[in-house]
């Protein structure tokens, strides 16, 4: 069975910094990769996803993923982080043949000013 | 174009109460999910029904019954509701295996 880790809970970082996000899977075969953003009060919306082809992912709101299958990593980056990306972002896997996405369990962004 | 709409967004029980949870979507999608999200737990899939006519326990099905009412509704109902399912519930569909889910944006359920 697929699983994600998260290994951060929290993360701070100031207003301007760069920020990665981490994330590793356990998955036998290429999974499908996604990493979701979620603020307070809201539903998870979708930032970006790999499927197949280039390991540097683009998503949206300036944020991009690379997957490293030696590592089993699919980090989470944004050059330059802005107060409104302060919210808990979610890894997911899913893998092919079955219908059951998994989540890591999430790393809150703290921004501070 | 709504998404994923999820009714109500906020609810109180009593314990033993029981109350449905709607969730309807509006993209076609073949799949939906019921989800629970409590603090430091992630994301928890309680049930989920791959195509319509279909239905399958998650990960923590249990004091939940679920019923895909056609392809848009997909709804959850706690039969008698007890303080361990105070929680936030996210509704989800996608098209199929591989394509990433679409969230509602939750009901916050409290039972006391």
């Known amino acids: 069975a697929q699983s994600v880790t998260q290994p951060d809970i929290h993360i701070t970082v100031s207003e301007g910094a760069s920020l990665e996000l981490r994330c590793n899977y356990s998955?036998?075969?290429?999974?499908?990769l996604f990493w979701y953003v979620q603020s307070p009060g809201q539903g998870l919306q979708l930032l970006l996803k790999?499927?197949?082809?280039?390991?540097l992912v683009q998503g949206i709101k300036g944020f991009e993923a690379e997957f490293k299958r030696s590592q089993s990593s699919f980090n989470l980056r944004k050059p330059s982080v802005h107060w409104s990306d302060a919210a808990e972002y979610f890894c997911a896997v899913g893998a092919s043949g079955s219908y059951i996405p998994t989540f890591g369990r999430g790393t809150s962004l703290i921004v501070h000013p | 174009n709504a998404g994923v709409t999820q009714t109500p967004k906020f609810q109180v029980l009593k314990t033993g109460q029981s109350m449905t949870l709607q969730c309807a979507q509006d993209?076609?999608?073949?799949?939906m999910y019921w989800y629970r999200q409590d603090p430091g737990m992630g994301l928890r899939l309680i049930y989920y029904?791959?195509?319509?006519?279909?239905?399958d326990k998650g990960e923590v099905p249990n004091g939940y019954n679920v019923s895909r009412l056609n392809k848009r509704e997909f709804s959850l109902r706690l039969e008698s509701a007890a303080p361990s399912q105070t929680s936030v519930y996210f509704c989800?569909?996608?098209?199929?295996?591989?394509?990433?889910?679409?969230f509602g944006n939750g009901t916050r359920l409290t039972v006391t």
């Open positions: 029904s791959a195509s319509e006519g279909t239905t």
């Open positions: 993209m076609n999608h073949n799949s």
């Open positions: 790999y499927f197949s082809g280039d390991t």
């Open positions: 998955y036998g075969a290429t999974p499908y």
């Open positions: 989800a569909s996608r098209t199929g295996e591989g394509s990433p889910l679409h």
